[in-house]
């Protein structure tokens, strides 16, 4: 019966698990990530996912390093597609760990893609995406209701030979008073704080920049988008987020009473 072979021929393919590995903390990845990682045969990882995650992967899971060496990408995103194929091929369960969330700004939208044409099974476990863990770090609630109604996550970072439809139209976003949470943003902080005003912010406008959210060195700065370029050069070779908009004035309230909480004896 032709359902049944094309079921077998399915079988003999591996599969393969985008896995979103969350924003640093190893205890924030999600339990059908952590899962995902301790049945896989091979894990495919680079440096925006937190290398302690592979102490979950089984001892003699094959791992493959596809991320940056001395700052230069090693692997190109189609020789990662062509690396997910082959190892799905030899029917192994593989895991690629994508720091954050897999579809934000982590390209699995476009590994998801290799793998439909190439007709191998696959899955997507979300993750908790930066802007999230920034503005739980730096207790800004994102949308807090009188404040802000929408949220956008934008990446500061245009692509080279990017299409004008695809450009950020930062005096656009400036009218729409959503939180603006920047992934990537913080070589042209200065340009694009100064777009916003031009876009029709104020300059008193609060920013918060978060950077290495959950890790042990996490940071918060608190700005305007005044003197926001002014923060740049401290910021060289860390992830940072940035955070745009009124409720930013809530950080300072919400972490006060969190450090007050934790100060509490046990
Ligand atoms: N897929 C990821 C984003 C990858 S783009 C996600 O969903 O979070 C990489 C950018 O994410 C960095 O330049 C930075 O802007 C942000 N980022 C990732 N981890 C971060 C962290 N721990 N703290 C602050 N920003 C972080």
């Known amino acids: 019966m032709p359902s049944k072979d094309l079921t077998s021929a399915y079988d003999?393919?591996?599969?393969?698990?985008?896995?979103?590995?969350g924003p640093g903390a190893v205890d924030l990845i999600t339990l059908r990530g952590q899962?995902?990682?301790?049945?896989?045969?091979?894990?495919?990882?680079?440096?925006l996912a937190n290398i302690e995650l592979l102490e979950f992967c089984p001892p003699e899971a094959n791992r493959i390093y596809v991320g940056k060496r001395a700052g230069r990408r090693c692997t190109s995103q189609s020789e990662i597609g062509e690396i997910l194929v082959k190892e799905a091929r030899q029917n192994r369960?593989?895991?690629?760990?994508?720091?954050?969330?897999?579809?934000?700004f982590g390209r699995g939208g476009e590994e998801a893609q290799v793998l439909v044409e190439a007709g191998i099974p696959f899955e997507i476990v979300p993750g908790v995406t930066a802007a999230a863990a920034a503005g739980a770090v730096a207790g800004i609630p994102l949308t807090q209701r009188g404040y802000a109604?929408?949220?956008?996550?934008v990446t500061g970072h245009e692509c080279r030979g990017k299409s004008p439809?695809?450009?950020?139209?930062?005096?656009?976003?400036?009218?729409?008073?959503?939180?603006?949470?920047?992934?990537?943003?913080?070589?042209?902080l200065g340009a694009i704080a100064s777009e916003l005003v031009a876009g029709g912010l104020s300059g008193d406008t609060p920013v918060a920049v978060v950077t290495e959210a959950t890790l042990p060195m996490q940071a918060v700065h608190l700005v305007t988008l005044d003197s926001a370029g002014e923060l740049a050069a401290a910021l060289v070779g860390k992830p940072a987020l940035v955070?745009?908009?009124?409720?930013?004035?809530l950080?300072?309230?919400?972490?006060?009473?969190?450090?007050?909480?934790?100060?509490?004896?046990?």
């Open 35 to 47: 899962k995902s990682l301790a049945e896989a045969d091979t894990v495919i990882y680079d440096d």
């Open 251 to 266: 950080a300072e309230i919400l972490s006060q009473a969190s450090a007050r909480w934790e100060a509490q004896p046990a």
């Open 12 to 21: 003999a393919v591996g599969k393969v698990t985008l896995v979103g590995a």
């Open 93 to 104: 369960r593989v895991v690629r760990l994508k720091g954050g969330d897999p579809l934000i």
């Open 149 to 153: 109604s929408a949220v956008v996550f």
């Open 165 to 188: 439809e695809t450009a950020v139209d930062w005096a656009a976003l400036a009218r729409t008073r959503a939180t603006l949470c920047i992934y990537m943003g913080s070589r042209r």
């Open 243 to 249: 955070i745009v908009g009124a409720v930013v004035n």
